[in-house]
């Protein structure tokens, strides 16, 4: 956990002290939901390993490789909730393309609004031929397994995607941690959630410093808790993030995901809309096929549905949609003191 600026920003000047090469790196930039996606071709950064799960674990031992995630990420070309993927090679030739999904931290294991990001991207540039009317799907091989965006077009435009997420499942309810009672549920990544009644916070802007705090107490927590291991690859193990949640209506609640060190996610989190609709329908409050409503802190929504079951567990359908905000290409001069960029938070 970062305690200040200081020697953030002395940590990050200590590589560029070794003369980093120059760079320069091109970006397509999306949001889903409101949350940022800037997405680094194919091609761009050659990342080690022969699966996409492999390259997960080398890209981040991997100098030329990370220094690359630091640059797009950090402060001043990034923020401290910057959000991002380097495309690579699928698995195998069943899949359109392979994904490492990172932020200010390191990589991800999954990451649902990011799969929607890219399935309008694959569609929008040609990379996945679409009907100009109708669906088509993008298939994307991420660290947790095999995921579909299906992506809606009308008029040669899409309207909108849903990404078919790998299995979810219920892994504890009711764990005492940090004073209050949470669940863990895993859609792509492992997720606690905690009610915001709780915890004393609402979802709501207003409360974003209480809600990072409780975000990280919890998930500091839960550090090398026994219902933190995933059943089969260890390499998904870990909480990956805090989910504070409250009902709006019937169906339909509001949640805010605290994932990382402290970053904020501002769209409602698809792989923990995933890991939601699992525990709600466990709990009886959902059937399959029906759908829920899930808005973010900032008022997006994504709508949520269980499609089916699996020896894992629950297949879910999250939807939603990404829009274009930008093409960039980004530079690191030699010469720069910052080298790769500094985080303040």
């Given amino acids: 956990m970062r305690s200040g600026s200081e020697g ?33 071709a194919e091609g761009e950064v050659e990342v080690p390993g022969a699966t996409v799960r492999e390259r ?10 990370d220094r690359v995630r630091r640059m797009l990420c950090h402060e001043p070309r990034g923020h401290a909730d910057m959000y991002g993927c380097f495309v690579v090679p699928p698995d195998d030739d069943d899949a359109d393309l392979g994904v490492l999904f990172w932020h200010k931290d390191g990589y991800s294991t999954a990451c649902g609004h990011g799969t929607i990001a890219l399935g309008a991207w694959a569609v929008e540039t040609g990379r996945v031929a679409a009907e100009p009317d109708g669906d088509v799907d993008v298939t994307v091989d991420v660290p947790s397994g095999r995921v579909v965006a299906r992506v809606r077009c009308h008029a040669g435009a899409v309207q909108s995607v849903a990404f078919c997420n790998v299995p979810s499942f219920v ?30 916070v609402r979802v709501d802007p207003t409360d974003l410093p209480e809600l990072i705090g409780v975000g990280r107490g919890i998930k500091a927590a839960l550090e090398g808790h026994e219902l933190a291991r995933h059943p089969s690859d260890d390499r ?17 609640l509001r949640n805010v995901a ?8 501002r769209s409602p989190t ?9 525990l709600l329908l466990a709990d009886g409050a959902l059937t399959a096929g029906q759908t829920w409503r899930n808005d973010s802190i900032i008022g997006t929504t994504f709508h949520a549905r269980a499609t089916g079951t699996a020896a894992e567990g629950v297949l879910t359908e999250v939807e939603g949609m990404a829009y274009r905000t930008g093409e960039h290409r980004f530079a690191l001069d030699a010469r720069d003191p910052l080298g790769t960029g500094f985080v303040l938070r």
């Fill in 258 to 265: 605290i994932f990382a060190d402290g970053e904020v996610d």
């Fill in 56 to 65: 997960r674990e080398r890209a981040a031992a991997t100098e030329e490789v």
């Fill in 8 to 40: 953030t920003i002395a940590n990050a000047l200590t590589p560029s002290r070794g003369r980093l090469p120059p760079m320069e790196i091109a970006t397509t930039d999306y949001h889903t939901a409101g949350e940022p996606f800037r997405i680094v």
């Fill in 171 to 200: 892994v504890a309810r009711g764990v005492g941690v940090a004073g209050t009672d949470v669940d863990i549920a895993y859609g792509g990544a492992l997720y606690a959630f905690v009610s915001a009644d709780g915890v004393g």
């Fill in 270 to 278: 698809g792989s923990a809309t995933s890991a939601r609709t699992a």
């Fill in 236 to 252: 998904l193990s870990g909480i990956y993030g805090t989910v504070v949640h409250e009902e709006v209506g019937p169906l339909h």
